[in-house]
């Protein structure tokens, strides 16, 4: 009987046999149909994850481990507690509920959010700051749990590291190659390099997440909006997050199109107090 790692390299050899096999029946094909046809097959490469969900948890626990000595965790009890209590809020109504979530505060300047695999999200003050409602926070946080619903991380891992991060992750021969590769993706930001289908999916899935946890997902919105105003007035708090995230006016239309076809809901939460009393508290 074969073991979990022998049956993932023969799925991973059996893929990379499908792309072979598929790129040579383009023989003679002219250069523009091949090139069709291999950017179609990478794009299919891109979205292929060969980690389960205790191997993506090891991998993101070292890097969690690495990043965080890089970075300033902002540790106000009452600021942490509230964006725990608003993601794992969205957590449960998301579409992967079966891995433990962790959400912290960075007090690094810059309006962003982040994903690492393994549930790990970070929130940084300015991103609380610059949201005008709880909705659009929630929005944002959405969106990054849409990243730990895709696995995007992981199926970027897979296309670059392929079988040999995997053997790493599973047998633990050598806990010192893992902390190697966790130092290169780090140093590269190579988890955060998503494909814009990746984000347009985490687009969906944060809307989706918001709407079914009760939340006005007409948020997502206006908090494009926002940033495309913060754009041109002041594009340097916002270098990292338009950095790895498509053009706002393109997301707005994307999101207003998506939730024109969602079905009409009551209460829907665009806003709360106890938001309002966090924003003027990190003031």
Excluded: W
Excluded at 47 to 57: C, G, K, P, S
Excluded at 127 to 154: D, F, N
Excluded at 242 to 271: A, C, Y
Aim: aromatic share 8%; net charge positive.
């Amino acid at each position: 009987m074969r073991t979990m790692l022998e049956k993932k390299k023969l799925l991973y050899k059996l893929f990379t046999f499908f792309l072979l096999f598929m790129l040579s029946l383009c023989t003679g094909c002219s250069l523009n149909t091949l090139g069709n046809v291999g950017n179609t097959l990478i794009e299919a490469a891109s979205d292929v994850n060969i980690f389960t969900d205790a191997e993506e948890l090891q991998f993101g626990q070292a890097f969690v481990a690495q990043h965080e000595q890089q970075i300033k965790l902002y540790t106000d009890p009452v600021v942490t507690n509230y964006i725990n209590e608003l993601g794992q809020s969205l957590v449960r109504h998301s579409k992967r509920k079966n891995i433990r979530y962790t959400f912290k505060v960075v007090d690094t300047k810059g309006v962003n959010a982040y994903a690492v695999p393994g549930g790990f999200i970070y929130v940084h003050l300015d991103l609380i700051r610059a949201s005008k409602t709880e909705s659009e926070l929630a929005a944002v946080i959405g969106h990054e749990i849409g990243h730990i619903v895709g696995q995007h991380s992981m199926k970027r891992l897979t296309q670059v590291y392929g079988i040999e991060i995997l053997k790493q992750l599973i047998l633990d021969e050598d806990d010192s190659i893992l902390k190697k590769v966790v130092a290169e993706v780090l140093a590269a930001g190579l988890l955060f390099r998503y494909s814009r289908d990746h984000e347009r999916e985490s687009d969906f899935y944060g809307v989706q997440n918001v709407y079914d946890a009760g939340i006005n997902p007409e948020g997502a919105a206006v908090f494009f909006e926002t940033l495309r105003a913060m754009r041109g007035r002041e594009p340097s708090s916002l270098e990292k997050f338009l950095s790895t995230h498509p053009v706002p006016s393109e997301r707005v239309l994307n999101v207003r199109k998506q939730i024109s076809g969602l079905p009409p809901k009551s209460g829907l939460r665009t806003d709360s107090s106890r938001f309002q009393q966090i924003k003027r508290r990190i003031q």
